[in-house]
């Protein structure tokens, strides 16, 4: 159990740094489309469906040439993880920002928020009876299903970012 649990740390230790590596190569390649925007939005039921149409609205509006099944996911990851900062930090954070990169053949997008808690729910598998957090295992599930990775960080202000990075199909 150990060694799978080991092997599945390091193989996302190794997509994360790939992650890494590819953004940073092709940066000096930055096409029109590619760039990163963040939005930020009070911690309200309300502003899950702004924030999922705001990043909709912007990739369309990049004229980013992503699929739809990849933008799909995304927009489900981002409404996943916006709901769940709504539902478990507003108490601490007011306020949620929200990222959003396309750059190296990757889409990112990232949520942000001031409560100090980190989700088990990423490092759980899928099989584990969990009474709450399949949001984030359905995260954990579409990420994985489109070949990209996610994780959770710790800011710098004590708070968090839930992030999901997905492949892009070379063109």
């Known amino acids: 159990m150990r060694r799978m649990e080991s092997r599945g740390v390091q193989e996302r230790a190794e ?3 790939a992650v890494g590596r590819s953004v ?8 029109a489309y590619e760039g990163a925007w963040r939005f930020t939005a009070p911690a309200l039921d309300a502003s899950v469906p702004q924030l999922r149409h705001a990043v909709r609205d912007l990739l369309r509006r990049q004229s980013t040439p992503v699929p739809d099944d990849v933008e799909q996911g995304l927009l489900l990851i981002l409404s996943e993880l916006v709901t769940n900062s709504v539902r478990h930090a507003a108490l601490l954070s007011p306020e949620i920002g929200v990222e959003v990169s396309l750059g190296g053949g990757w889409l990112r997008v990232a949520v942000e928020d001031d409560h ?3 989700p088990k729910a990423l490092a759980a598998a899928p099989d584990e009876e969990l009474t709450s957090g399949r949001g984030l295992l359905l995260v954990k599930a579409v990420t994985a299903e489109a070949g990209g990775v996610c994780d959770v960080e710790q800011t710098g202000a004590g708070g968090k970012v ?4 997905l492949p892009l199909p070379e063109a």
């Open 116 to 118: 100090p808690y980190r």
């Open 162 to 165: 839930i992030w999901a990075a």
């Open 15 to 17: 997509r994360t740094e």
């Open 24 to 31: 940073r190569a092709e940066r000096a390649e930055r096409r």
